[in-house]
């Protein structure tokens, strides 16, 4: 489906630098950062300094478009569009439109600092711009090269318009394929398997990069994890950008020494990215790694106070630290830098739900679930705000959707599960749990929910089964909470004492006396047994602190630890 970079190394390097050249001709610096950055993973060095791109701009106008530029880095956007009013070249046309949207941008965000609450804020400020933009790009449009077709395609997203934003983004990547954010934005944009395979992308090595980025926003981590290993084998093993992208496809898959590790050799590489910096926060709250998350946070903070991931980093720190109105506050503060930030929003809503208000959790996912329908997160988040809520119909409509964006993930169909159970439907209840156990159990929750619920049922025999495996597998794997072990220990004492099964009455019942919630069950259960067992052994001796007498209840509990 894609040529591969592999062949000629000295040749794509040149191609990179050319690309990053030309990028930052028309001011586009993230994607001249991109190709900069790929063509310095290369460690096979140049045999010469590739020709800059010659600009296609005449000379009349060119004192006009650098000055523009440099206005364009000082931010300056409306100086440099009333410069270049006149310029019709490509190269000025594109930097003029360019820099009314951004100016537009910058108008929108400064609204957004001045709202006081985070949710009016998102649902409220857009571009003021955008119409008059579109309007603009239009009349021009048979002078556009694939860059004006790009910014074309980015009007059209933020107008919601994806079909016709997908088209020009194809047409766009087809005349200039080494814009990096147009490859990105379309990877972005697309919104299932199905609409990728039916996309006509033109043959170039780019591909090779696009790919695995956007199985990675579909979410499809194993592909994506593999696309980038071949990247890695094929000359890019020292590219920061790939392993942070691994790094993200391995946390997404649940593989978090790999994850940890990639993110590691990142910092090596380029301590003072903040690229992806904040799922490795995620990385470290998983880990539990409280220091190192401080250190991170710290250093984020170091490098660039201000921007979104450095906030998002240290609310992470705040919420390990079970501070949850203060990880709230620096999540908000990252959205309010950056409204679209779709992972800020789902940790908001965890916060929410630390601190028992579904509602403003409820928002948060909803604002998520807007930014990326495809997040399982959000869906997930909206069944848990739901079933707080006591709404379990509406918890199950979400948790059904996560489901299909994770159809092999066990969390789901557990959840799935407890509201059926909620809603007094037991047998689609035990059908979700026993999927949960078929597709791993990774949280052993699912075990946990069926056995609990053929004991509610009365279904004895079926119940004592699961209950043992839950035991097993406690002791040999230390899979369970202690709540869950010392509950079918509690079940499995009493149902062997019924059943007159007295050797495994009492072997759980000791089990019992381990834990405190169950101590005194255990004693009791261990009492009746030994009062039953001296009736055919006289010459038994109880342990020191069951007693079948009337002088039980009159042992210390420093007695009882002797």
């Given at each position: ?32 950062k ?58 000025a ?62 009007v ?8 016709e934003a ?7 990547v ?67 950008f790939?392993?942070?992208q ?76 079970n ?6 506050v ?63 119909s509406f ?5 059904r ?54 004991e ?6 079926e ?9 097993d ?11 869950d ?52 052994k ?10 079948t ?7 210390s ?6």
């Amino acid at each position: 489906m894609t040529s591969s970079p592999e062949g000629n190394m000295q040749t794509l390097k040149v191609q990179l630098l050319s690309g990053a050249m030309e990028c930052s001709d028309y001011c586009l610096v993230s994607s001249s950062k991109w190709c900069a950055e790929q063509a310095n993973a290369l460690s096979i060095p140049l045999t010469e300094i590739p020709e800059v791109p010659k600009l296609k701009i005449s000379p009349c106008n060119y004192p006009r478009y650098i000055l523009a530029k440099n206005l364009f880095a000082m931010r300056e956007y409306m100086r440099a569009t009333q410069l270049l009013e006149s310029c019709n070249d490509t190269p000025a046309m594109f930097l003029k439109l360019y820099c009314s949207y951004l100016h537009g941008e910058k108008r929108k965000a400064e609204k957004a600092v001045d709202s006081v609450d985070v949710f009016e804020q998102r649902e409220g400020t857009n571009n003021p711009e955008l119409r008059q933009l579109k309007t603009k790009i239009e009349e021009v449009m048979d002078n556009l090269d694939g860059y004006g077709l790009y910014l074309y395609a980015v009007v059209l997203r933020d107008l919601n318009l994806r079909e016709e934003a997908i088209k020009e983004l194809i047409k766009s990547v087809d005349q200039s394929p080494l814009n990096w954010a147009a490859w990105l934005l379309l990877a972005k944009t697309v919104s299932s398997k199905e609409a990728l395979d039916a996309l006509t992308l033109p043959q170039h090595w780019m591909q090779s990069f696009y790919i695995p980025q956007v199985h990675l926003e579909l979410q499809l981590f194993e592909e994506a994890a593999s696309f980038y290993k071949q990247l890695s084998l094929q000359g890019l093993d020292k590219s920061p950008f790939i392993l942070s992208q691994l790094a993200v496809c391995y946390y997404n898959l649940r593989e978090i020494g790999d994850s940890y590790e990639c993110f590691v050799s990142q910092r090596e590489l380029d301590p003072y990215s903040l690229e992806n910096m904040d799922t490795f926060s995620n990385v470290l709250f998983v880990n539990n790694m409280k220091p190192e998350l401080c250190l991170l946070a710290q250093s984020l903070q170091e490098i660039e106070m201000y921007k979104a991931t450095t906030s998002f980093v240290v609310a992470n720190y705040y919420s390990i630290s079970n501070q949850h109105s203060m990880a709230i506050v620096y999540f908000q503060r990252a959205l309010k830098i950056n409204r679209n930030y779709p992972a800020a929003w789902i940790l908001l809503g965890h916060e929410y739900i630390e601190l028992k208000q579904p509602e403003l959790a409820n928002e948060a996912y909803r604002q998520a679930k807007e930014l990326n329908a495809g997040d399982w997160r959000a869906w997930y988040g909206l069944g848990q705000t739901h079933e707080l809520l006591q709404m379990h119909s509406f918890a199950l409509h979400y948790y059904r959707h996560a489901m299909e964006l994770r159809p092999n993930d066990s969390r789901m169909v557990v959840a799935m599960g407890v509201c059926y159970e909620n809603l007094d439907n037991p047998d689609k209840a035990k059908r979700c749990f026993q999927r949960a156990i078929a597709l791993g159990d990774n949280e052993q929750t699912g075990l946990v929910h069926l056995a609990k619920l053929h004991e509610t049922l009365k279904e004895t025999e079926e119940a004592t089964r699961l209950y043992l495996q839950l035991v097993d597998k406690a002791e040999r794997y230390g899979l369970f909470q202690p709540a869950d072990e010392f509950s079918a220990h509690q079940f499995l004492a009493t149902h062997f004492l019924s059943n007159k099964e007295l050797n495994k009455a009492e072997l759980h019942a000791k089990k019992c006396c381990e834990f405190p919630q169950t101590t005194e069950i255990g004693k009791s259960i261990l009492k009746e047994i030994y009062s039953v067992t001296s009736v055919f052994k006289p010459n038994l001796t109880l342990p020191a602190d069951i007693s079948t007498g009337s002088d039980m209840d009159q042992i210390s509990p420093n007695d009882s630890l002797k």
